[in-house]
């Protein structure tokens, strides 16, 4: 029924390693976003994908390399974690089509560095 | 890149009373979205706004698209304790991608019952 899903809801890990989030939604969106919240709640884009191309790439670390296999899923990798990453990651997806469409969020992983 | 002001940051109100936030850009916007977070989960869609002027409920909420295109207020009428959340205003700003929203700071409401 989920139609944006992410996993994991929860990662905790150690400053250094690497870790991977997944994204799939069931709506039959072209489009697919990450963005960041902040522990201020702000939410800022960091990519997005139209049906499997890179469509927006603010600045954000090159340790952060976002894959999209289908149209229907998008992974975010992140290299040699920060402190500073500590964040909530969402998800979201949009129809395509160029007219403004609103996005559906997923509901988040909380990615903490120890 | 554009911000969008939103106010209040934070509202304290007692149950049944009507609620009124906002959100103002420094240019002109092509969509103006409006979102709630409960704790623990993801924005969900309230109110999509596509045309200056445009008024558009949905249950005890009211969302108008300014005429000036550069903001838009939501309207909580007759409040409940589950309208506890953080409201995000978004947008497409015109001229910029179709893709990107740029999102408001956010208005944290709490509601005693």
């Known amino acids: 029924d989920t139609a944006v899903s992410q996993t994991p809801k929860y990662l905790v890990t150690q400053m250094g390693n690497d870790k991977s989030i997944k994204c799939e939604q069931n709506?039959?969106?072209?489009?697919m976003y990450w963005y960041k919240q902040d522990s201020k709640k702000f939410l800022k884009i960091m990519f997005s994908y139209n049906n499997k191309e890179l469509i927006i790439n603010e600045t954000v670390p090159n340790r952060f390399s976002p894959k999209s296999p289908d149209k229907a899923h998008l992974n975010l990798h992140i290299n040699s974690l920060e402190l500073g990453d500590s964040a909530v990651y969402f998800c979201?997806?949009?129809?395509?089509?160029?007219?403004?469409?609103?996005?559906?969020f997923g509901d988040g992983t909380r990615l903490s560095i120890l | 890149g554009q911000q969008l002001n939103q106010s209040p940051q934070s509202m304290f109100i007692q149950e049944g009373e009507d609620v009124s936030m906002n959100c103002t850009s420094s240019s002109i916007f092509n969509t103006w979205l409006w979102y709630k977070q409960d704790p623990g989960e993801g924005p969900v869609l309230l109110i999509a706004?596509?045309?200056?002027?445009e008024l558009t409920s949905n249950g005890r909420l009211t969302a108008q698209f300014g005429i000036t295109r550069k903001d838009s207020f939501l309207n909580i009428s007759a409040s409940i304790p589950s309208d506890v959340g953080i409201y995000f205003c978004?947008?497409?700003?015109?001229?910029?991608?179709?893709?990107?929203?740029?999102f408001g700071k956010g208005t944290l409401l709490t509601v005693n019952p």
């Open positions: 706004l596509y045309k200056a002027g």
């Open positions: 709506l039959g969106h072209d489009t």
């Open positions: 978004a947008g497409h700003e015109s001229g910029g991608s179709n893709y990107k929203l740029t």
């Open positions: 979201a997806s949009s129809q395509f089509g160029g007219s403004n469409q609103p996005q559906h």
